[in-house]
């Protein structure tokens, strides 16, 4: 009568073991494609990192040639104020010398 008892015992373990492998399987195949959907989140958001570092850039040396086109702009309205202040007083400084 032991040798029943023992087997039992045995195919229990057994079908105890076959289910923690399976669940082992069914983790580990969760977890591998967790995995790949990381990778692939990652290969996306190392390229819009790329596409953001060459943008930042391009804004960069925009932002610089807007600063030296205004820079300019202002330079020459301030020529011209004080070209029309000089024009004006030397005017008057022939008008009023004749």
């Known amino acids: 009568m032991s040798a029943p008892i023992h087997s039992n015992e ?5 079908l105890m073991v076959g289910y923690q492998l399976n669940d082992v399987r069914s983790s580990l195949s969760n977890n591998l494609e967790l995995a790949m959907d990381r990778g ?4 996306t ?6 596409e953001l570092l060459e943008r930042s850039k391009d804004f960069r040396r925009d932002a610089t040639k807007l600063k030296w086109k205004m820079c300019r ?3 020459k309205l301030l020529g011209a104020i ?8 030397l005017i008057l400084v022939l ?3 004749h």
Do not use: G, N, P, R
């Open 10 to 14: 045995t195919q229990d373990k057994l």
């Open 40 to 43: 692939e989140k990652i290969e």
């Open 45 to 50: 958001m190392e390229a819009k990192s790329d």
């Open 73 to 75: 702009q202002h330079w």
């Open 82 to 89: 004080v070209f029309c202040i000089l024009l004006v007083i």
């Open 95 to 97: 008008t009023y010398k």
